[in-house]
């Protein structure tokens, strides 16, 4: 697969910070030095602009780097430029929700509670189609194209390299109807089909579990490079928080780790869910 633009210019943000702190130097003095404003070398670090071929091998005159780190940034550059198969949908994504899936593409590690809906990745296409209409208000176009991403996206767990991937789904998700029972069943199957895939963990957080350490959805991205820290994901109706510092990460692990254990045993979850989905089948 090839690397994904987002996580390409995400590592190219870190190992150009990285080279400053090293040099302890601020923004406005590496700024100064190569006669760019502060704001520029801070935009660089963080993301939010364009790094250009030059603006590199300047960086890298400046810290001394070696040649094999300038073309190693050079390349991550390039490549930070490319466009991910999810952006030729353009307006069906928002510009907020493309940074995850460009890092969701890379994670080797995926670590997800849902409180209220089923996981994206093991929705079946009527209910994505069902949740949009009801809470995007989006033109049709634009539905079907977020809806065939997201179709696409659910690849990610099949794939030979899929991540490791765990879910734990509070049981409300499961009997909170969308669409009708018809479209519950078809859904709940899928959720059971995907839950049998070698590279998928899934427990349900029953009604009965008492009290939890969660106040919401999140996922927990890891990646296969060390240099290239875990994030978590929090999502809303028009942005998103993106959350890397150590503390954070390590609330949240912990957050985590007590909903697992709170959570059902992956054989007594699979068989809640086959319980709820006879109920929709009645």
Same mark, same amino acid.
């Given at each position: ?37 502060? +704001? ?7 993301? +939010? ?7 590199? *091998?300047?960086?890298?005159?400046? @810290? ?29 994504? !928002?510009?907020?929700?493309?940074? @995850? ?25 009527? @209910? ?13 176009? *634009? ?38 029972? $018809? ?10 089909? +995907? ?29 296969? *490079?060390?240099?290239? !820290?875990?994030?978590?994901?929090? *999502? ?5 928080? @993106? ?17 697992? $254990? $709170? $959570? ?19």
């Amino acid at each position: 697969m090839a690397g994904s633009p987002t996580a390409r210019r995400r590592r190219l943000s870190i190992e150009l910070k990285k080279l400053r702190e090293k040099s302890a130097l601020t923004c406005a003095q590496v700024g100064e030095a190569l006669d760019w404003s502060g +704001s520029k070398v801070n935009r660089m670090e963080t993301g +939010s602009g364009r790094v250009q071929p030059s603006d590199i *091998d300047a960086l890298c005159r400046f @810290y001394s780097t070696t040649d094999e780190l300038r073309e190693f940034l050079k390349s991550l550059a390039r490549e930070a430029k490319t466009r991910g198969w999810w952006q030729v949908h353009g307006s069906g994504v !928002p510009e907020w929700f493309n940074i @995850y899936i460009g890092l969701e593409q890379e994670a080797s590690t995926f670590r997800q509670y849902q409180c209220e809906l089923i996981p994206g990745l093991m929705q079946t296409e009527s @209910y994505t189609c069902e949740l949009h209409k009801t809470g995007a208000h989006m033109p049709a176009e *634009d539905i079907a194209r977020a809806v065939r991403v997201r179709m696409e996206r659910q690849t990610l767990l099949t794939r030979s390299d899929a991540p490791d991937a765990w879910f734990v789904v509070n049981e409300g998700a499961l009997r909170h109807v969308v669409g009708d029972q $018809a479209l519950m069943r078809e859904q709940l199957e899928r959720v059971l089909d +995907s839950a049998q895939l070698p590279s998928v963990t899934l427990q349900v957080l029953p009604f009965d579990s008492g009290t939890y350490p969660a106040a919401g959805s999140f996922t927990m991205l890891g990646f296969p *490079d060390q240099e290239d !820290p875990d994030l978590v994901y929090r *999502d809303g109706i028009t942005d998103a928080i @993106y959350l890397e510092g150590e503390h954070h990460v390590r609330e949240y692990t912990r957050a985590f780790d007590g909903l697992r $254990a $709170a $959570a059902l045993s992956p054989q007594r979850s699979a068989q809640l869910i086959a319980s709820v989905l006879k109920d929709y089948t009645s």
